[in-house]
Each structure stands twice: as structure tokens, then as C-alpha cells.
């Protein structure tokens, strides 16, 4: 070498090196295999590129995803082939020139730029046959992140009903050779690897054909590898918007140019590049799959769920409303039932509670409800009852008049109320009080009787009892002024009509006062009582024996046959009277004066009349000497008899 | 108002809207089918699962299945071409169009052995039609556009199915014919002498359903339209995954299938709306096939259009299932 051309070549090592040295582009590809096998495939490629473009070299580096994110973010990437979903990711996040080519795969002179996925299972394992037979199956992959590797199985299973997340046991094994050792190895059941994989290992000596079979193998024309997936497009060659256009353009043509069998080509085992595919379809699985850049929720508007939703939650508001107006018209219900119910409970109480008894009946008068009480009344449980008619319960001591008064009424007023007789299951006949009411609809026929039934026979009693004392002698028992004269009355009514004799005797105790001085009032009124039974004594039934008051009684003496008769039963009378009378261990005796008035029905008169003559022929039988009896119109001279108080009656008096 | 029928109502309207978001009893629905590109996206369907369990797709060899299928009144509904619908209707089947399938810019075609390169040559050749109105159709368009008339050539009917086995022992010189026929004719060396992109707007390959057999059906129905707009979807976005899977089902390669949608255009859900009304390419579509299929015998009369299509049942535009 001369001195000039020295020097010349050292002036030449001094100017800027743009000039002078190549410009070095560097080639990223993605390590879906081993490094070392994809350090051969692609090195002739970088090689082939580096030489059609004029002063580049181009280097190739073999990176893992996240290596290839990294280099990208400090632009030490110029080129880029990587599987399409990982491409989309990273061009979400960059701005790319976009896909420059698609790789064109071959298989036995097969040209073809589509990859799916293709899961394998070792050679004879029946258990799994279909694509659901996968679920809960531990099943070996590359990554989650390799789109023939997994997100091509992933949909599949999806379809397939099976969740790819849970629904199986993913063994991450970081390459598609190291899936297929591990179905081999029997680590896994099953396998995921994007296609060709298993054509490759093959080829390459690294697998016996007939080791593995293909789960869900897909039937598709002039597709040379066995495929369980649908097809996506192959990998795109991407250039990063550094790259000169017109870099970029000896680059396209550096790729389209590339020939099948160029030694780039054939150590790449491709046949080229193609005009870049559309990656739609990629995107889709991405977005069934939720994977990046799809992977945050879809903002859903409002307005899109009324878009696409409208009918139904049309639907969903009316119900809703329904049941709004359901649940307040039912609260609604359920207070009134609430207030219904207390108040049948109160009503209740009152039916169950009350000493009256009450009945409900049919309109025919059976027997459809009855209270404590009536069955205390009737002596009827209620079991017993219910049912029968209410006729039960009668006593038969009514007319048949009586019970058709009694319909008529309460079929004319819709109430009856009055006193019946009736008969306790023990067979006692006793009074009752009855109240009837006919509950009818709105029609006005009868639905039901309601009956309140008392019993009164203490009522009843008692009121015989004031009867009796208003008409009755407290001390003796005997019928008082009152019942006398009603007495008297009656007895002068039927003499009137039978033309009998009838006899009021007037009866005053001889020297009684002096009893009641001597021993007492008790003394007295016990003799007075005494005597009092001897002369009911001495009378018949028909007769009537009264006290007026003090030691003064009066008889009536009915149906005399004749005036013998009247005179043997005041001598009996006298005798009574005049007997002695042993009270509390002394003998007492006292005597009458009698006086007698004849009742005649011709002469007429009144009680009073007949009383006052008895009364004065009375105080002639004292005059006349006391112990006698005188009657009322005949005089001292007629009578034949005087008679004489005993003188043992005299003595005691004055002793 | 009386209480009681205060609350009958208002349970009543309460109910209403939930009954309307689909509680009505599921019949089922049974759509005759058979293979052709405009229907694949049903066949996708109900593969992937997209298609409830009562509808029932009957899958016969040609359109003559469905259309006898429907004839014998086991069919609710079918997918057919637009002048089988109006034959159909002529029969007295009252069918209605619920959505467009496709319509033919190219997909029915004159297929015809290397060699005759022009129309005319091929007078005095047999030729396979299928008896059906697209295939008289097809053969008079053709023939008009070869200046030839129809004794110029010996006419075989033979459905598509049966075409394929003919030309390869030779009985046939040339065949009308569409997908997926088509393809394996081209692959045995066939060539294009005419297709129905020198006419189009006639040949519309369309859903469509009894109205007599609509109660309690209307869910399944919306189900089966969103269903074939779903295939749709995926036959757009992932052809590469669709068109194998439908290459697997008709023994094609991935490039023969795609070259079967090569003259047929899909309209998506947007572009089915265009289609329905009494301005839509349904109607204008129809006229003309009345004309031409009155000229050529196929129909007594023309149809009357009334009730010809309903858009109620193709989904809101924008949703997605």
C-alpha cells in the first residue's frame, strides 16, 4: 500500500461515521421456541436483510416478551416479529407504523400464513376425547401469553362451556418444546401448542410420530398442520416509527422479494412474507378473552344498557312497580286484618266470656256455634251440640201455638225475645230467657239465628220469693192483709157462681198482750206462730188462714155446707186456740174471740164489708166475755150457747 | 274498576315487554339447504354453534331438494335462488325473502371443454342444465348472447352434483354450472365460456320462509338470520379459517374456495337493508325475472310481488352476535 493510499484510508477512518461505517438495525424476535433453535432459524434472515438493504447491518435478538416490551420502550428495537396478540398489546401502547408483512409459514412446500392452536395428549390416553373432557384437567402451556400456546385454546374452551382460568390446572412450562416433553413425561394430561410445533419436532428428529394425539382435531382445506384451534393470521413483521420511510420501503421490498427458496427463507422455515393480514380477528379473541389491551371492563353507559336492555327492563320496572303496588295494597290488607282480628278476638272474648249463653244456628235451626256458657246452661258440651237442632233444648211444656207465634215473629221482625221453658241434658226443666236475632245477606234472606240464652230460674225464685213476702205474714207464713183480700175476693166470686156458703171469721187472741208483757215479744210471737199452725190445723185445704197484724187472724171458710158445719169449725177453732201452747219449756195459753160474717151472695157488698162485720161480731164475742164466738147478724138473744172461756185461760192470764 | 281486574292488568302489562325480549315457546324450524357459497356462512354457523338447537338445516344435493322438500311441506323455509322463490310462490307456497344470501356477479357460469373458446362454438355439443329456472336462465342469456337457439344444442338436464362424474366419463361437452361444481370442473381443466356478471342483479340467492308456518317461530327465525350474518362475519374477518373448513366440507383447496366468491358478492347486514323495501334491488330484481321467466315458460303469470320480502327479521344494523 502506498503512502498516499495511507493516508487517504486514515482520513477515511477520521470522518463522521455515518458516512462511512453501516448503520445497525436490530431485529427483535420473540423466543417462542428455544433460544437456540430460533438463533438458527433466524440468523440467515437478519443476514438477508442486513445485505438487501445498503449500508445496514441488521442484528438479530432473540427476547422473551417482557424483553421485547422493555427494549421497545428504550427504542433499542428497529424490527420486530412477534405473535400477533402480543403485537395488538404493544401497539396499544406505542404508536407503531402498523404490520409492514405477514409471515408465510410452509409445511412440505405448503405455503400458509394462518397459526392456530393444536392440543395434544400422550398417544392411548382414552380419558380425554373431546374438547369438554379438558375441564379440571392439569394441562401444560407454554404461557398464558402466547396466542397459539394458549389464547387460541382459551376460546375454544370458552365455546366449549370450560373456563380457561379455573376450569383447568395450567402447568406453565415458558416453551412449546418444553409442553410437549412435559405430555411426554406424563407431567401433564394434555398439552397446548401453537401449530406446526409439533410438525417441527418431528422434523427435527426431537419427536417420534404416533407419540401424541390431537384432541378436537379441526377438518380444514390446504392446512398442513394438525389444528384443534380456528386459525388466526401468522406473526406479523413489524417496523418501530423510528425506522426512516424509507428504510421502511427497502425493508417491504427486502421481505416480499424474499423467495421460498432462499437460504433465509428455508433456515427460517418460512415461505416469505405476505401483505400484512387483517388482525381483526386476533383483536376479537382478545377482547372474548379479556386479554391486553382488552382486558379493562368496557365502559358501559347507561345509555347502552337502555339500548340494548329497553325491553326487559321495561319489563323488570313494571314488575317492579306490581309488585310495589302489590306490597302496599297487602299492608294495607294485613292492617285491616290486624284491626279485624282484634276485634274479633275482643268479639270473641265476649262470645267465649259471657255468662249468657249464646247459640248460632242455622236458618233451620241446627246447631252451628255455641259458648261456654250455654253448655254450663244446657248441660250440652258444645261437642255434643253442635249439629243437633236447637229444638233439642226444648222442654215441650209449650203449646204448639207458642212455637208458631214465635216463628212468625221473628220471620215478620227478624227478633224474638221472651221467657221459655226448657230442659237441661240432665232432664231439669228450668226457665230461661231468650233473645233471638235472625242475621241475614243483603238480599234479606236468613243466613244465620244468633240466640242469647239466661237461664233465670234464680231470677224466677227470687221473684216468688218477693212475691211471697209481699203477700205473706213474715212472722207466721201465713197470707198477709193483701193476699187476703185477693183471697176473699176470689172466694166471694165463686160463691157468687156456685151459691155456696162462704165464712170470714175474724180471730183476735184473748190476753195475748199480757204474754208479750209477761215474756216477751219472742215468747209472744212464738205462740203466735204456734197457735198459727194449730188453727191451719183445724182448717181444710180450701180454707185460708191469714194474719192481719198483732194477735188479729181471719179465715175463710169456703163451701160451708151449712151453718152446723161453720159452727163445728170454730169450736175446733176455740179449742186450738185455747189449748196450751208449751214455748221454751213454759205452758202458755191464751184464747180467741171469734166473730163471723156469712158471706150472701144476694145481699152483695165487698171484702171490706164483709170483713168489717166480722170484725164487730169479733168484738161482741169479747164483749160478750171473750173465748166465744158471736155471728154477725144475730143478736146476744139469739144465741143459744154463751159461751165461757175456760177458767184456766182466765187464770193464766192474770197469774 | 274492579280491583281484581285492576291487578289482571297490571300483571299483564308488567308481563308484556318480558314476553316480547323472547319467552315464547321454541318451534322448531326446519330450512332446507344445500351447498353453494352464498349459504356457506349457515353452514359455519351452525358448526361453530351459532345456531340454536331448533333450527333444523335439512342438507340436500341441490336446490331441487329444497324446493321439493318445501312442496312436500316438510320445509318451513329454504335458501334458494330469487326465480325458485317466485316459482315456488306460483305453486302456491307463500314464501317470503327474509335475507339476501348473495348475489351472482360471475358465480354462475358456461363451463365448457379446452378447446371451444367461443360461443358459438359450441353448437351441436351436449350441454348439461339443470332443470331449474337459473339454469334456463343461465341458458338463455347464453344462448342469446351466442346468436344461438336452443336446438343449435342437445340440452341434458343435470344438476351441478352430477356434472362432474359425466364430464369425467365424457358425456358432456360443456355444463351450466355454479359453486362449488364449478371449481372441480375448472380444476379438470374446464374453461369460462360466460357467467352471470354479463347480467347482474338477477341471479340473488336469498332465505326465505313460509309466512303460513311463522307462529311461534319468529325467535328462531331472528336466530337464523343473525346466525348467517354471524357466519358472515367470520368468513370476512377470518378467511383464512373459513374458507378451509368449508374447502374440507366440498373436497377444494383454500384458493379454489376463495376463487368460488371470486363472482359472488355477500351483502353483510347493512347491505341486505338496501335490498328490502319497495324501491330495493329485491323488487327490481324480481321484475325481471318475471318478464324473463314468463317470455321463457317458467311461470303462468307473474307474481304479484305482494309480501315478497320482509326486513323484519335481519338484524339491527351495528349488532353483532
Known amino acids: 500500500m502506498s503512502l498516499g493510499r495511507r493516508l487517504l484510508f486514515g482520513a477515511l477512518l477520521l470522518l463522521p461515521t455515518p458516512l462511512l461505517a453501516e448503520e445497525t438495525l436490530t431485529l427483535g424476535v420473540f423466543a417462542y421456541r428455544p433460544e437456540a433453535v430460533m438463533e438458527a432459524r433466524y440468523r440467515p434472515l437478519a443476514e438477508y436483510l442486513g445485505a438487501q438493504l445498503p449500508e445496514h447491518r441488521v442484528e438479530l435478538e432473540v427476547m422473551s416478551l417482557d424483553e421485547i416490551e422493555e427494549a421497545i420502550a428504550h427504542r433499542r428495537l428497529d424490527l420486530l416479529m412477534t405473535n400477533p396478540s402480543h403485537y395488538l398489546e404493544i401497539r396499544s401502547r406505542n404508536s407503531l407504523t402498523g404490520a409492514l408483512a405477514t409471515v408465510i409459514n410452509v409445511q412440505h412446500g405448503q405455503p400458509v400464513s394462518s397459526l392456530g392452536g393444536t392440543m395434544i395428549k400422550a398417544a392411548g390416553n382414552d380419558e380425554i376425547q373431546r374438547l369438554e373432557d379438558l375441564e379440571g384437567r392439569r394441562i401444560a402451556m407454554p404461557g398464558r401469553r402466547f396466542l397459539g400456546g394458549y389464547q387460541t385454546h382459551a376460546l375454544e374452551l370458552m365455546d366449549a362451556g370450560i373456563d380457561p382460568r379455573r376450569g383447568i390446572t395450567p402447568m406453565i412450562t415458558g416453551s412449546h418444546d418444553a409442553v410437549v416433553a412435559a405430555v411426554l413425561a406424563g407431567e401433564a394430561e394434555a398439552g397446548f401448542v401453537r401449530t406446526g410445533i409439533l410438525e417441527r419436532l418431528m422434523g427435527e428428529k426431537e419427536l417420534t410420530p404416533g407419540r401424541l394425539e390431537v384432541i378436537n382435531p379441526q377438518r380444514l382445506a390446504s392446512f398442513p398442520f394438525a389444528v384443534s384451534t380456528r386459525l388466526y393470521p401468522e406473526w406479523p413483521f413489524v417496523v418501530m416509527p423510528q425506522v426512516a420511510p424509507s428504510r421502511v420501503r427497502q425493508i417491504a421490498v427486502a421481505l416480499f422479494t424474499l423467495e421460498p427458496e432462499h437460504p433465509a427463507a428455508r433456515a427460517a422455515q418460512i415461505a416469505g412474507f405476505a401483505p400484512p393480514q387483517d388482525y381483526l380477528p386476533v383483536e376479537n379473541l382478545a377482547r372474548r378473552l379479556r386479554l391486553p389491551p382488552f382486558d379493562a371492563m368496557p365502559d358501559f353507559t347507561w345509555r347502552d344498557i337502555w339500548q340494548r336492555y329497553a325491553g326487559v327492563l321495561l319489563g323488570f320496572a313494571a314488575a317492579g312497580l306490581l309488585v310495589a303496588v302489590l306490597l302496599v295494597m297487602l299492608a294495607r290488607r294485613n292492617r285491616l286484618l290486624r284491626q279485624q282480628r282484634e276485634r274479633l278476638s275482643l268479639l270473641a272474648g265476649v262470645f267465649t266470656h259471657s255468662h249468657e249463653g249464646v247459640m248460632i244456628t242455622s236458618p233451620n235451626g241446627e246447631l252451628l256455634e255455641v259458648n261456654d256458657a250455654f253448655s254450663q246452661i244446657t248441660g250440652y258440651a258444645r261437642d255434643e251440640a253442635l249439629g243437633c237442632n236447637a229444638s233439642l233444648l226444648g222442654a215441650g211444656r209449650h203449646a204448639a201455638s207458642f212455637y208458631a207465634d214465635f216463628w212468625q215473629q221473628l220471620k215478620l221482625t227478624g227478633h224474638w225475645d221472651g221467657e221459655v221453658w226448657n230442659r237441661r241434658k240432665n232432664g231439669e226443666i228450668y226457665p230461661q230467657r231468650l233473645t233471638i236475632s235472625a242475621v241475614t245477606d243483603s238480599a234479606g234472606a236468613v243466613q244465620r239465628y244468633v240466640g242469647l240464652l239466661s237461664d233465670i230460674t234464680r231470677l224466677k225464685e227470687h221473684q216468688r220469693a218477693l212475691t211471697h213476702a209481699a203477700q205473706h205474714d213474715a212472722l207466721t207464713g201465713l197470707p198477709n192483709r193483701a193476699l187476703l183480700a185477693d183471697r176473699l175476693r176470689m172466694a166471694m166470686a165463686q160463691a157468687n157462681r156456685s151459691a155456696e156458703r162462704l165464712a170470714v171469721v175474724f180471730i183476735d187472741l184473748d190476753g195475748f198482750k199480757a204474754i208479750n208483757d209477761t215474756h216477751g215479744h219472742e215468747m209472744g210471737d212464738r205462740l203466735l206462730v204456734a197457735l198459727a199452725e194449730r188453727m191451719q190445723g183445724e182448717l181444710r185445704a180450701s180454707d185460708t188462714l191469714a194474719r192481719l197484724g198483732g194477735d188479729e187472724f181471719v179465715a175463710v171458710l169456703l163451701d160451708l155446707a151449712s151453718g152446723e158445719e161453720g159452727e163445728r169449725v170454730l169450736e175446733r177453732l176455740l179449742a186450738a186456740t185455747a189449748a196450751p201452747v208449751e214455748v221454751a219449756g213454759r205452758r202458755l195459753q191464751v184464747s180467741a174471740s171469734l166473730g163471723v160474717a156469712y158471706y150472701d151472695a144476694a145481699d152483695g157488698g165487698d171484702e171490706d164489708q164483709l170483713l168489717r162485720h166480722a170484725d164487730q161480731a169479733m168484738y161482741r164475742a169479747k164483749e160478750a166475755g171473750k173465748h166465744c164466738f158471736r155471728v154477725h147478724g144475730v143478736t146476744s138473744q139469739q144465741e143459744e150457747r154463751p159461751i165461757r172461756a175456760p177458767a184456766s185461760i182466765i187464770s193464766e192470764e192474770t197469774r | ?321
Open chain 2, 1 to 321: 274498576m274492579h280491583r281484581r281486574d285492576l291487578l289482571i292488568t297490571l300483571a299483564a302489562l308488567a308481563a308484556a315487554p318480558l314476553s316480547l325480549a323472547g319467552c315464547t315457546p321454541a318451534e322448531p324450524l326446519t330450512i332446507g339447504l344445500h351447498p353453494w357459497p352464498g349459504y356457506e356462512p349457515l353452514y359455519l354457523a351452525r358448526a361453530f354453534g351459532w345456531l340454536p338447537d331448533e333450527i333444523m338445516l335439512q342438507e340436500g344435493g341441490n336446490a331441487g331438494d329444497s324446493l321439493a322438500g318445501l312442496r312436500r311441506g316438510e320445509f318451513d323455509g329454504a335458501a334458494l335462488t330469487l326465480d325458485e322463490v317466485l316459482v315456488a310462490r306460483s305453486e302456491g307456497i307463500p314464501l317470503t325473502v327474509v335475507a339476501v344470501c348473495d348475489d351472482s356477479v360471475g358465480a354462475d357460469m358456461v363451463l365448457a371443454r379446452p378447446g371451444i373458446t367461443a360461443l358459438t362454438e359450441l353448437a351441436g355439443h351436449r350441454i348439461a342444465v339443470e332443470q331449474t329456472a337459473v339454469g334456463n336462465l343461465m341458458l338463455s342469456q347464453f344462448l342469446a348472447a351466442a346468436g344461438l337457439t336452443r336446438d343449435d344444442l342437445e340440452v341434458i338436464d343435470m344438476a351441478p352434483n352430477e356434472q362432474l362424474a359425466a364430464w369425467r366419463t365424457g358425456t358432456i361437452e360443456a355444463a351450466i354450472t355454479y359453486e362449488p361444481t364449478a371449481s372441480r370442473l375448472l380444476r379438470e381443466g374446464a374453461v369460462r365460456l360466460f357467467d352471470s356478471s354479463q347480467f347482474p342483479d338477477v341471479i340473488l340467492d336469498v332465505l326465505a320462509v313460509r309466512q303460513d308456518r311463522l307462529t311461534g317461530r319468529k325467535a328462531a327465525l331472528s336466530a337464523l338470520v343473525a346466525g348467517h350474518f354471524h357466519g358472515l362475519d367470520h368468513l370476512r374477518v377470518s378467511p383464512q379459517d373459513a374458507m378451509r373448513r368449508i374447502g374440507a366440507w366440498r373436497g377444494l383447496g383454500f384458493e379454489e374456495v376463495r376463487a368460488s366468491y371470486a363472482g359472488l358478492e355477500l351483502p353483510g347486514r347493512a347491505g341486505n337493508r338496501d335490498y328490502f323495501g319497495p324501491q330495493g334491488d329485491l323488487v327490481r330484481a324480481a321484475r325481471l325475472l318475471n318478464e324473463v321467466m314468463v317470455a321463457n315458460g317458467q311461470l303462468v303469470r307473474p307474481d304479484p310481488l305482494e309480501a315478497l320480502s320482509t326486513p323484519r327479521y335481519l338484524p339491527d344494523i351495528g349488532e353483532r352476535a
